[in-house]
């Protein structure tokens, strides 16, 4: 079986059975929520945050971001699309996970793909389910790491906080089932968890461009 991050791998090859103007109507349409994205991202990060909490700054740019790089994905996606391919989507809805772990699955999901059939499936032959699950949060985290401490010149470490911090979350919540009003809270509570440990993400991007107008909370900070 072909693992490929990027492309749909089934019985129908990959090019896509899509007509040529469905293709064109999604590929414009990508394109005006990248353009939109884009924008939204440029006008925030040009507003004088210093009037505002470092909280406030940190959640609206944050999600900001998130957003942009769902849809320069999936604008990508709709470039090989309208040249006829058929391709796998980045995200599928992750703002209505319940649970971190629902999060995660919802999330870049060709990188998702990959980890699950060639990392975790050969590590759970050798070892407990939870134990390969955390060695797939540390893997992912330690690639993230690598691809921070580049710009930055050094090793930061708290991209490997956030990933081992979100893979007890997901170990946590693994099976967690939740139905009627109480997906409502576990999407609310999900919400803030990620916008908590997103500030890990950040802090070492801050040390490479001035990604916040605020100082970062010295209790944050934690080395």
Request: charged share 10%.
């Given at each position: 079986m072909n693992h490929c991050l990027f492309f749909v791998n089934d019985t129908d090859g990959l090019l896509t059975r899509d007509t040529m103007s469905s293709r064109l109507r999604y590929f414009l349409l990508e394109t005006i929520y990248?353009?939109?994205?884009?924008?939204?991202?440029?006008v925030i990060f040009r507003l004088d945050w210093k009037a505002h909490?470092?909280?406030i700054e940190h959640t609206v740019k944050s999600v900001a971001c998130g957003i942009w790089l769902?849809?320069?994905w999936d604008w990508y996606r709709a470039i090989w699309n309208l040249a006829g391919f058929r391709t796998f989507?980045?995200?599928?809805?992750?703002?209505?996970?319940?649970s971190p772990a629902e999060f995660w699955r919802r999330y870049h999901r060709q990188i998702h793909r990959w980890l699950y059939a060639d990392v975790y499936i050969p590590l759970?032959?050798?070892?407990?389910?939870?134990s390969a699950l955390l060695i797939v949060f540390a893997i992912s985290g330690a690639a993230h790491e690598y691809i921070i401490d580049i710009p930055v010149g050094h090793f930061t470490g708290y991209l490997l906080l956030f990933f081992i911090l979100n893979g007890l979350a997901s170990v946590i919540t693994w099976r967690l089932k939740l139905c009627s009003s109480f997906k409502y809270v576990g999407i609310a509570l999900?919400?803030?968890f990620l916008i908590i440990t997103?500030?890990?993400?950040?802090?070492?991007?801050n040390e490479g461009i001035p990604f916040y107008a605020n100082q970062v909370p010295s209790w944050i900070r934690l080395w």
């Open positions: 990248f353009f939109l994205s884009s924008l939204g991202l440029f909490s470092f909280w769902v849809h320069s989507e980045f995200a599928k809805k992750p703002y209505l996970a319940y759970k032959r050798l070892m407990h389910p939870v999900t919400f803030i997103s500030v890990f993400i950040f802090i070492p991007v």
